[in-house]
């Protein structure tokens, strides 16, 4: 299995611009989770789907941040306009079943540079 | 609110020495608790996990036990090696969260060869 896929790697962009970050889960995961790394923050989890339905956005900083899984197998995480803070490492997780035990699946991240 | 508390790094030892990492947590019920590692550039990975009291999680050479009385989850490993160096998180998860994980701040770990 070819694991979480994150895209892109590395972004870089101006303050004001549109940022999307996209996630592809693994096959079968039935749970998707956004998380925002920074150094002064840690690791924060941002939204999580179950079954493509949004069901804790209470991470989500702002109005800003938005976050779409129109498929079981694709998921959007868009910030529009970005700001210099938001610059951070995102990484999209995923994980099967609801059990309360089951291992969560990191994918490598996006580093997302706000200059 | 349910929380997790790690000891503070960075932690630095030299190859060889034994490690602890300290885990403490607060919560209602009976969540399960995980060790999850870091090492530089990647995603978090999944070390070990307990789903109850008295279990022992182990792999790769560390360990954990799940203390309810003590509500802990210390992490160990006898002899460290410089490929052990990552940041390692302490996290739970209830039922109720379904699959949702509340994470401590993480702890840097740094061996010295």
């Known amino acids: 299995d070819a694991g979480v896929i994150q895209s892109p790697r590395h972004e870089v962009t101006e303050m004001g611009q549109e940022v999307t970050l996209r996630c592809k889960p693994i096959?079968?995961?039935?749970?998707l989770f956004w998380y925002r790394q920074t150094m002064m923050r840690g690791l924060e989890l941002l939204i999580y789907f179950n079954n493509n339905v949004p069901i804790d956005d209470s991470g989500m900083p702002e109005d800003r941040f938005s976050a779409k899984m129109p498929n079981a197998s694709f998921s959007t995480l868009k910030i529009q306009p970005s700001e210099p803070r938001d610059s951070a490492v995102y990484f999209c997780a995923s994980s099967l079943g609801g059990a309360g035990f089951n291992e969560q699946f990191f994918g490598p991240g996006t580093r997302l540079t706000v200059l | 609110g349910d929380s997790v508390t790690q000891m503070e790094g960075p932690v630095t030892l030299s190859e060889e020495a034994f490690l602890t990492i300290n885990c403490t947590y607060t919560?209602?019920?009976?969540?399960?608790l995980f060790w999850y590692v870091q090492y530089p550039g990647e995603g978090l990975q999944l070390l070990l996990k307990?789903?109850?009291?008295?279990d022992k999680g182990s792999n790769k050479g560390f360990e954990a036990t799940y203390r309810k009385e003590t509500t802990s989850f210390h992490l160990e490993k006898g002899s460290v090696q410089v490929s052990d160096s990552a940041v390692y998180f302490c996290a739970l998860n209830r039922m109720e969260y379904g699959n949702k994980l509340v994470f401590g701040a993480g702890t840097i770990l740094r061996v010295k060869s």
């Open positions: 096959s079968g995961h039935d749970y």
């Open positions: 919560a209602t019920g009976y969540p399960s």
């Open positions: 307990a789903t109850k009291a008295d």
